[in-house]
């Protein structure tokens, strides 16, 4: 477990590493802004905001009809790295120098319009930073007219269980920060020691209290999920409250004091009554829904003989062992369409990390059935 553990970090660095040289600056700047009001607040003159309406991130649909989330600027004066072309003794030099060029879209203009102060953009919550280094912020616009705040913005705001069926794959995980960050500020204004209230620092990375001296940092809860194989099958369970026909693979929130092994055996014997071994690490995701969990996802097996599910129907609705081709199927069927009929067995979509297990469990299935020379 724990070299899997390992292997999972040292590749994700090399990911990181790899697709953009700037990282430990942009990690670093991003730290300074944490930590510094004054620097954050001067970022937030070249940054780059996330509008949300009752925690619903705005979406602006483009020319070829992806949406994306709408990023909007503020009428500071940006400055830019320019690429001038310089001609000495018949050769061209090339020199960057940083021009301040304005930015067209305004944020201010278009708060004030609705009625907001134009020092409204001081509330909005450090996220991180683009490849470019561009500073990213998310901003709650509160009680406002919406349909003359999404006109001025040429966009809509978007429920975030929708816009995440309708936003390309990287985008997902930063509307989810965005929200996660807001509902996080707006349910800790107060101090759980003395009920007096807390106060931010200007990135959002934390409030304090200063009758009591404490500090509250943003929380996530962790959650174990698992996906349990027999060797040949997989078992995915269903919840009453989840969409018609989708099953999911088991999970569950870590309790006070335990280790991922001990939530995952416990959960699994919860909620399906059985013992499972092999435990094995696949990745982990931030998930917003319906407030911040630290999901840790991993495969488990059981022995081939001892499959007979027992389970807790004040938690389940159903749980069942999936064939190497039911799963196929389900996860060659197009994301769900609202507008139609769900299909009877379907599984997460692609941005949650269930749907990853699968996936992973389906793959490892089809390389063993190549070695064993079956189809
Ligand atoms: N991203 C994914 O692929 C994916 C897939 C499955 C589940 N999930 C998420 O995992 C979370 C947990 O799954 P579950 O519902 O099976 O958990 P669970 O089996 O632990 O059951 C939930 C119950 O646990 C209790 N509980 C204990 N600690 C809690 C806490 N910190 N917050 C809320 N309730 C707590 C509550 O009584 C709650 O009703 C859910 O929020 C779900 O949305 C994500
Ligand atoms: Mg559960």
Redesign the pocket.
Known sequence: MLQSFKLFFNCNLVRSRSYSGYYVSRVRYLKRLKEDDEACREALKSGIFLLYHKLSPLLRETSSGIYTLASLKTSGFNTTPFKLFHYVNKRILHMHLYICMPISVDLEHILEKVGKDKHFVNESFLLGCTDKGEPQFSLEVGDIDRSALEQECRGMFVDLRKAFFMLPGPESPLAAKGQALLRWHQTNCFCSATGQPTIRNQSGSFRVCHSSGITYYPKM?P?V?VLVSDGSRCLLAR?TMFPLGMY??????CDMGESVEETLHR?VAE?VGLEVKNIQYSGS?H?P???S?F?LACHATVNPDKTQVNIDKA?LEDARWFTYEEITEALRKPPLDPRREPPVFWV?PSY????QLIQEWANQQQLSRKLHGLK
């Open positions: 809860a959650v999920i919840q999911s693979a088991l999970s569950g929130f959960e909620e995701q998930w829904f319906p407030q969990s999901m938690e997460p949650a990390i269930a749907n």
